[in-house]
């Protein structure tokens, strides 16, 4: 150690840092962080809180952990359970304000053995339903909503997630079940009707006055209410279809496949996903749940296990996954890992990477369209009459009828009277 470097206050390393000022090493500033953040009102790290501060201490990039650290919503939610004032649980996290907070921590928690494996997406959506009924405690229908919310829709999910995984698309396609439910309810309140006298024509008229998302997303909810008798149990409940898109060709599959295996410039994940989804037609949401267990090697061939048995992978493929794992390194079990280890990567990211290559992107030649029963009927063309009838100009000649001559106005085209003109003028010029 030299006379110009200051070894840190804590352990006695030398890290970079300012002159004339007793510095901290990285590990150091992060050791201060977590016993703050962590300490339970005794000076010490809550005894249960143990294994999150040794994996922070022990990642593989302190600054990283340590910029978590200093954000203010994670550092209010981990000083309110080290200090108890939120139990350590996944009802206690379901109760915190800032439902992003609380879902990252609780990936973290489950990496590190601190709460029990739950369904994510499930908690997600039990953590939105249960702010959301707080905030419409004064809605007029409220009571009906709590049960929909209640009786309804959290168990399906709950007996679906005791299955199988849910999908990445379960919370908004729950959470939007909910508010067209909600604004549903209110169309009505302001209308002035009750939902027990909803009628036909109402119930058509708000089908014919709202977009297709809003109709297709409501149905689930009108077909529970009249079966509980919410509603009117002899409505028409309209069902929505939607027309599936064009199949692309085999020739543009096989284009496709070629330019994921070689394109170094798309990223590496969404490569590797646009492969196994052109490969075995699978979704992107069973996709980024493989793990790293999934790539087997059998009698000296590469397999992935989509099912029972495993299918074959063809070597290019299996070199661009087994390249994923390698870059990956400590990414944990999952072959897409997140940034919390706790869970695979979403789809989004990877859906953007594809969106963003415009020029080979899958695109059918017409959108998804939505049909339904109820759909609003083209105004017909009805014909005019003579009082709707445009009237013709008074200055507008009569057109002749058949075999009569035609006067020469009506046959003069626009060029020749535009020579017409030109001839004036020239001779207008001479003249002067």
Not at 24 to 41: S, W
Not at 266 to 287: C, E, F, T
Not at 377 to 401: F, L, M, Q
Not at 402 to 413: E, I, M
Request: hydrophobic share 35%; net charge positive; charged share 20%.
């Amino acid at each position: 150690m030299t006379g110009t470097e200051i070894a840190c206050g804590d352990c006695g390393t030398v890290p970079p840092g300012r002159p004339g000022r007793r510095p901290l090493c990285p590990a150091c500033k992060l050791n201060r962080r977590i016993a703050l953040l962590l300490d339970d009102g005794t000076g010490h790290i809550r005894p249960a809180l143990r294994p999150l501060a040794t994996a922070l201490r022990n990642a593989p990039n302190l600054s990283t952990s340590r910029l978590w650290l200093y954000r203010p919503l994670a550092a209010d939610l981990l000083t309110a359970l080290a200090t108890g004032r939120v139990p350590l649980s996944h009802d206690g996290l379901s109760t915190w304000p800032r439902p992003g907070a609380a879902r990252h921590l609780r990936h973290r928690l489950i990496a590190y053995g601190i709460l029990p494996p739950v369904d994510p997406h499930l908690a997600d959506i039990e953590s939105w339903l249960r702010h959301r009924l707080a905030q419409i405690t004064e809605h007029p229908h409220e009571q009906v909503l709590r049960q929909y919310a209640l009786w309804h829709q959290l168990p399906r999910l709950r007996a679906t997630a005791a299955s199988r995984p849910l999908r990445s698309t379960a919370k908004p396609y729950a959470t939007q079940q909910f508010t067209q439910a909600q604004l549903f309810l209110t169309w009505l309140h302001d209308s002035g009707v009750e939902p027990a006298a909803l009628t036909q024509a109402r119930l058509d008229t708000w089908y014919a006055t709202h977009r297709v998302h809003q109709r297709y997303r409501v149905g689930g909810f009108l077909t529970w209410a009249t079966s509980h008798g919410h509603l009117p149990r002899g409505l028409v409940v309209h069902q929505v279809t939607f027309k599936p898109g064009t199949t692309i060709t085999q020739q543009r599959r096989l284009e496709l496949l070629r330019h994921y295996l070689i394109d170094d410039a798309v990223a590496l994940p969404a490569r590797a996903a646009a492969v196994l989804m052109l490969l075995y037609a699978q979704p992107l949401s069973r996709i980024h749940r493989l793990t790293r267990d999934d790539l087997l090697t059998i009698d000296g061939t590469p397999h992935l296990r989509l099912g029972d048995p495993p299918i074959p992978l063809p070597t290019p493929a299996a070199h661009l996954l087994h390249r994923l794992v390698d870059e990956a390194g400590r990414g944990g079990q999952w072959l897409f890992p997140a940034a919390c280890p706790a869970s695979p990567s979403p789809t989004q990211p990877c859906t953007a990477d594809y969106a963003r290559q415009d020029s080979l992107s899958v695109k059918p030649e017409s959108q998804r369209s939505a049909s339904s029963c109820c759909k609003r009927p083209r105004r017909s063309s009805p014909t005019r009459s003579d009082s709707t009838r445009p009237r013709r100009p008074a200055n507008t000649p009569t057109p002749a009828g058949p075999g009569a001559a035609t006067p020469p106005t009506a046959t003069t085209s626009n060029r020749q009277r535009d020579d017409q003109a030109g001839t004036r003028r020239t001779n207008a010029r001479a003249g002067q």
